[in-house]
């Protein structure tokens, strides 16, 4: 029997719903139609998805949408003379008309109808239609999240405080199975500056219960402080840069802000385009690696040159940091990652081949993934007051998050495995201890306490595109139109399988 890898019932629901209840169920992030054509289309696994009662809206466009993609195989029920029937039809697709005698078994059907109550067998009692104030952001997050979506995208003409905007940006997670206090830290998470004030602290008594806390978010749109715009990579930063965060964007742009509260900071003076990922040296000088492979180094404006006056003079030798520029300039990857040591620190590059190397205090390289390294993160952890050990983890398009220490060989099964690419990771010793957050591809941010094991997860909406932790604990999570900090309540309660 053929595999059937989404089912969404269309009678009565709006395109997004139907959009959002498809990407969940196909383990991808989208907002809107074309992208989730985009998503489904470089992933050439047959893809089989069932859509009842698709009989007016929107849903010929989805179809002939999704049908356009070759591994894609739609089934698709409609009533003969529907307008989405007669735009199928003309469009080309196979029809199965069940109303003909030789696809209907008519003796078990009425068996069937003979053991089901009258308004079952007859098809159904027409649900109530439910009353949902828009503008109470208590009221939205107890409610029927399917029912919100669709009222909301009915009415463009009205924003309901900013409740809307923030629905709309975030609804594919909001509409996932989840209690309303984690529907109300998802709203705020996605809350814009210009939303009435009322909403936020109503949301915040709401969401008292989630396991995460919401420290701050800036969204497009914001004005204090602005939005700093779209990111494709992020990192904190550390040295000079400590208590900021690096900001890369589409334009190239590297930004600096307060880790505080995102106000601005600074930024480079330099564009790289293209920025796959950022790492900050020990002084300041700013690593970053572009999608072709290739890695750019500038020094932090703020930090004077090494050896300046009379010490240059006297010492031209080259710097640790020169050292650790020789040593990969010739390299190119696809993920990048450093830490600082009791020498000249660890550079850590991922690359297409699946592979993991270091550069720097030990240099050594392994083979850890099927397929592309998608990201990379190592820190630290002092053993006594002069060693200390590297552990590096790697994330890829296979789905693993693995762990290597150089010198050692690695863990023999993945730290964690999901069905899904490893699209960001950040690594610390934060106050609690050595820590671990991945941003996985469909969308979900997972918090990991690598010493018990215990972890968080949660799932902004927006496909994630980077994520960073410090030393406090607080994970930042970068996305096209929002950056938001969140921290992991104190409280753990029991410690999750790392495995699903």
Same mark, same amino acid.
């Given at each position: 029997m053929r595999t059937v890898h989404a089912v969404t019932p269309a009678a009565g629901r709006g395109l997004r719903s139907i959009v959002w209840s498809l990407a969940g169920q196909l383990g991808v992030t989208a907002r809107d139609l074309a992208e989730l054509v985009a998503r489904l289309e470089p992933d050439q696994r047959r893809t089989v998805i069932v859509l009842p009662d698709l009989h007016e809206g929107d849903g010929a466009a989805l179809v002939l949408a999704l049908v356009r993609l070759p591994h894609v195989r739609l089934i698709v029920e409609s009533r003969s003379g529907s307008p989405v029937y007669q735009r199928l039809t003309s469009g080309g697709c196979a029809e199965l008309d069940l109303d003909l005698d030789q696809w209907r078994d008519k003796e078990r059907f009425a068996q069937w109808q003979a053991t089901r109550p009258r308004s079952e067998a007859s098809g159904g009692l027409p649900s109530a239609h439910v009353v949902v104030d828009l503008s109470d952001p208590v009221a939205v997050c107890t409610a029927d999240p399917w029912q919100v979506t669709d009222a909301y995208e009915e009415d463009d003409e009205r924003d309901y405080g900013g409740l809307r905007a923030a629905w709309l940006r975030a609804g594919q997670s909001l509409c996932g199975e989840q209690s309303p206090a984690s529907r109300a830290l998802v709203l705020l998470s996605v809350l814009g500056d210009g939303?009435?004030?009322?909403?936020?602290?109503?949301?915040?008594?709401? @969401?008292?219960?989630? +396991?995460?806390?919401?420290?701050?978010?800036?969204?497009?749109?914001?004005?204090?402080?602005?939005?700093?715009?779209?990111?494709?990579?992020?990192?904190?930063?550390?040295?000079?840069?400590?208590?900021?965060?690096?900001?890369?964007?589409?334009?190239?742009?590297?930004?600096?802000?307060?880790?505080?509260?995102?106000?601005?900071?600074?930024?480079?003076?330099?564009?790289a385009r293209d920025v796959a990922d950022v790492a900050v040296l020990s002084d300041g000088t700013v690593l970053l690696l572009d999608t072709s492979g290739r890695i750019h180094a500038e020094a932090d404006w703020s930090v004077p040159a090494a050896g300046s006056g009379l010490v240059g003079l006297l010492d031209d030798s080259p710097t640790g940091t020169q050292r650790l520029l020789a040593a990969i300039r010739s390299h190119t990857g696809t993920a990048l990652a450093f830490e600082a040591?009791?020498?000249?620190?660890?550079?850590?590059?991922?690359?297409?081949?699946?592979?993991?190397?270091? !550069?720097?205090?030990?240099?050594?390289?392994?083979?850890?993934?099927?397929?592309?390294?998608?990201?990379?993160?190592?820190?630290?952890?002092?053993?006594?007051?002069?060693?200390?050990? @590297?552990?590096?983890?790697?994330?890829?398009?296979?789905?693993?998050?693995?762990?290597?220490?150089?010198?050692?060989?690695?863990?023999?099964?993945?730290?964690?495995?999901?069905?899904?690419?490893?699209?960001?990771?950040?690594?610390?010793?934060?106050? +609690?201890?050595?820590?671990?957050?991945?941003?996985?591809? +469909?969308? @979900?941010?997972?918090?990991?306490?690598?010493?018990?094991?215990?972890?968080?997860? !949660?799932?902004?909406?927006?496909?994630?595109? @980077?994520v960073a932790l410090d030393f406090a604990g607080h994970v930042f999570i970068g996305m096209d139109e929002a950056l938001a900090c969140l921290v992991p309540q104190q409280s753990f309660g029991g410690g999750d399988p790392l495995v699903s």
């Open positions: 939303a009435d004030p009322r909403l936020r602290p109503a949301l915040v008594e709401l @969401a008292a219960e989630a +396991d995460w806390g919401v420290e701050w978010s800036r969204v497009r749109g914001d004005v204090v402080p602005p939005w700093p715009g779209a990111i494709t990579a992020l990192a904190a930063g550390s040295g000079s840069l400590s208590g900021c965060l690096l900001l890369a964007g589409p334009d190239g742009i590297v930004k600096t802000v307060h880790a505080a509260d995102a106000s601005a900071h600074g930024r480079l003076p330099y564009r040591g009791t020498g000249l620190g660890c550079v850590v590059l991922g690359d297409a081949a699946g592979g993991v190397r270091t !550069f720097g205090d030990v240099a050594e390289a392994v083979v850890l993934h099927e397929g592309p390294v998608t990201s990379v993160a190592t820190i630290s952890i002092p053993i006594d007051d002069e060693a200390a050990v @590297a552990l590096v983890y790697s994330g890829g398009v296979d789905g693993t998050v693995r762990v290597w220490s150089p010198g050692h060989s690695p863990m023999p099964v993945p730290l964690v495995q999901r069905s899904c690419p490893v699209v960001s990771l950040d690594a610390a010793v934060t106050r +609690d201890g050595p820590s671990l957050v991945a941003a996985w591809g +469909d969308g @979900a941010v997972q918090y990991i306490r690598v010493d018990t094991g215990e972890q968080r997860m !949660f799932r902004p909406g927006p496909p994630v595109r @980077a």
